[in-house]
């Protein structure tokens, strides 16, 4: 009993010295509104926030667009999450904070217990709620600004290469049951100025005496309020809440899409929900954020463990539209790096004459960079000291024409050999990974190849990394590697592997391409989406079908993302149909293929040996580089989606940024062999326009139009076959 209340006096001690030295300003509803205009279309100056309640029991996190409440006593839970500009509560019952699985028991970091009705949380229950007697308790906490997560140095053009600024507050939790001791746990809440965001991370130290098993973390737990309701049907079939878009960098498989690469987002049913209307009690209700394969790590005494980061981005609007630019908001201030766009050509190399020939071409039509294609003679395998400066003088005279230069390297999808591939945990031998056969990263190759990618991008001063087939989630049994222990921690520790060289990178501002889904945790730019047998098409359908890829591949990622694929030669087949060399020869399509890539603010991977062959060709790469440079900021910004090409009639897209002179581009295509004349209603809402817009067709006369009541305005326009046309709005 005397040890029980020293410890309870010490834990008092604590939260008491650290709420005096963080003292929390009082909330008050009254004087914290929520913000009264788009944030989408206006800057919301309300700056985040953390305060206490007047009772001193709750502690409040707002910005004017999301408040998010936590009752501090008798533990720590959330009992308020509120979208401000709807009204809408997404919380209808209180939870853990989080739970870990340890040593193959579960164990709740903070919650309250005692709701018995959980379709819907009155604040006034919560004084009679209690804490369960083995979960970790809440201790203290923490206040301090955002900081970057990378120590990222942009080198490159950008749009913007500023952090999201913002508060975090982190809560401490020690562990209840005693075969615990010493295990302490800090969950951390960022919240983001003029963005409905709030990012949650944990951290779990060992200050015991010996080593746990770490086999699970979970760390988010939302009981949330139904987006369906049915008295009958399967959990499939119902919609799942779409009030918070959840994303994790915790993400692969290819995909080029994070709803598909997602491997955290676990939605599921709440049998304690008694009142809800489906009979078998399967309405998808309850959030889990978690890996299901990781990270069965062992924490031995002094170590910590970082969780993945889980962003929640707080959602106003059912429109598809509106939400994707929420999520290219998000982007741009958790990954700003995001927004660099060098403009490169894919070089595709047999001798390095080849390749200081490019860089001449580059530099006189304007490009930024040029990256050596698959399919090159660099190999940045080849560690020998011949092999290195041979390729620092390259890179010396690229930079000396102010070009940056980039290398290709394939990491998954091959194999190495018996002892460095992936050993299939149902097999217990090489094979079963996602691509067949690939190496592990924590194998003593797969050490030495992010060692080696390191010291060669130091030592030659490269500037960009094209990592083909990077980590895509394998699971290996190996026990020998030195980079796992066996196939529990193996997924975890291979992508902590994956995710540190891209940090390294980024630090050293190395720009990355990479095919999957680690924007998070460094990668700039991802395949736009497209299917590579389509570049052996004829070059009428390739531009219909490029165009429909750029339509579908930007609901969810800004121009700078996604890269698009222009094969100068043949490109697996296809024959002189579907080829653009000899360039000269091709010039319409070779315009129009660079026309709708930059008038999307997309680069294309320009892949082969040359940007031009004549002089004619020389002067059409230079004008269309001059005018995507000229207009470089606003083919950089959101994409509103106005038509889809279908070959039938006009398609196009609508570039919008409010903070511009400038504020929306519109590119329109007719793939039609008529000349067509079109009247149509075009969506200035996203641009800022409230009642004129001062339009002006390429270069022509300028016309101003009065805005509809519904912030469009009627623009009639007519296209010559096969031909495209642009517009500007101020």
């Not at 080029?256 to 929900?273: A, C, E, G, V």
């Not at 511009?660 to 326009?689: C, D, H």
Request: charged letters at 20%.
């Amino acid at each position: 009993m005397r040890k029980l209340k020293a410890i309870l006096l010490t834990v008092t001690l604590l939260v008491t010295s650290t709420a005096r030295a963080q003292e929390l300003p009082v909330w008050n509803e009254a004087t914290h509104p929520a913000a009264r205009q788009d944030w989408l279309v206006n800057p919301i100056t309300t700056k985040a926030g953390i305060y206490k309640s007047a009772n001193g029991k709750d502690i409040v996190l707002y910005n004017g667009l999301v408040k998010r409440i936590f009752r501090t006593t008798p533990n720590l839970a959330c009992t308020d999450y509120t979208n401000l500009t709807t009204g809408r509560q997404l919380l209808r019952a209180v939870s853990e904070e989080a739970r870990l699985t340890i040593n193959g028991k579960k164990y709740n970091i903070g919650g309250l217990k005692g709701q018995l009705e959980k379709a819907y949380l009155l604040p006034e229950w919560v004084d009679n709620f209690t804490a369960g007697p083995q979960d970790f308790r809440y201790v203290s906490f923490e206040i301090a600004p955002i900081k970057p997560q990378l120590a990222y140095k942009s080198t490159n053009w950008t749009l913007g290469s500023r952090y999201g600024s913002g508060k975090t507050i982190s809560f401490l939790f020690k562990a209840a049951a005693p075969e615990l001791a010493g295990i302490e746990v800090k969950v951390t809440y960022e919240i983001y100025d003029g963005i409905p965001l709030i990012v949650k991370s944990l951290q779990v130290e060992n200050k015991g005496g010996t080593s746990i098993k770490l086999n699970q973390v979970v760390n988010e737990v939302l009981g949330m309020v139904e987006e369906d309701s049915a008295v009958d049907g399967s959990f499939e079939s119902m919609k799942k809440p779409q009030g918070i878009y959840f994303e994790t960098n915790y993400a692969f498989n290819n995909a080029m899409r994070y709803p598909q690469s997602d491997q955290t987002s676990h939605w599921k049913t709440d049998s304690s929900y008694t009142s809800q209307v489906h009979y078998s009690f399967k309405t998808p209700v309850l959030f889990e954020n978690y890996e299901e394969k990781a990270p069965g790590i062992i924490l031995a005494p002094g170590e910590n463990f970082k969780s993945i980061r889980t962003h929640e981005l707080l959602m106003s609007s059912y429109d598809r539209e509106a939400r994707g630019m929420a999520v290219r908001r998000m982007y741009s201030a958790v990954a700003p790096w995001t927004l660099e766009n060098p403009i490169f050509m894919h070089l595709v190399s047999k001798t390095d004459t080849e390749v200081r020939t490019a860089i001449d071409q580059c530099a006189a039509t304007g490009y930024e960079a040029l990256i050596l294609s698959f399919g090159s003679h660099l190999n940045i395998e080849d560690t020998t000291a011949a092999n290195v400066k041979r390729w620092k003088e390259i890179a010396a005279y690229a930079h000396s024409r102010h070009i940056k230069i980039g290398c290709y390297s394939l990491f998954s999808s091959r194999s190495i050999n018996p002892e460095t591939d992936v050993i299939d945990p149902k097999t217990n031998k090489p094979g079963g990974a996602y691509f067949g056969n690939a190496p592990c990263f924590g194998s003593k190759w797969g050490l030495w190849y992010r060692d080696n990618i390191e010291h060669f991008f130091e030592v030659t001063s490269f500037d960009i990394f094209e990592n083909d087939g990077p980590y895509p989630g394998d699971v290996c049994a190996s026990t020998t590697h030195p980079g796992h222990k066996g196939a529990d921690d193996s997924q975890w520790r291979q992508m902590e592997i994956q995710k540190g060289l891209y940090h390294w990178l980024k630090q050293h501002g190395v720009y990355i391409n990479a095919p999957d889904w680690y924007f998070l945790d460094g990668s700039n730019k991802i395949a736009l989406g497209y299917r590579e047998v389509n570049f052996s098409l004829p070059r009428a359908q390739q531009k219909i079908i490029n165009r429909q890829n750029i339509f579908d591949g930007t609901w969810d990622k800004s121009p700078s993302m996604g890269w698009g694929f222009v094969p100068l030669t043949q490109y697996q087949g296809g024959g002189a149909a579907a080829t653009l060399e000899p360039l000269a020869d091709h010039l319409k399509d070779y315009e129009q293929l660079m026309m709708q890539y930059y008038g999307a603010g997309i680069q294309a991977c320009y892949r082969g040996p040359r940007l031009y062959d004549t002089e004619i060709t020389k002067q059409l790469v230079i004008k269309t580089i001059n005018w995507y440079k000229k207009h470089r900021k606003i083919l950089n910004s959101d994409i509103i989606h106005l038509r889809r090409a279908d070959g039938r009639d006009w398609d196009g897209i609508l570039h919008v940024n409010p903070a511009l002179t400038t504020k929306g581009l519109m590119m329109l295509y007719n793939p039609t062999k008529e000349t067509i004349t079109r009247t149509v209603k075009i969506p200035l809402y996203y641009t800022s326009l409230t009642s004129l817009a001062k339009v002006q067709q390429k270069d022509g006369a300028v016309t101003t139009y009065r805005l509809n009541r519904d912030y469009t305005i009627d623009i009639k326009f007519t296209i010559a076959p096969e031909d495209y046309t642009w517009f500007t709005f101020e």
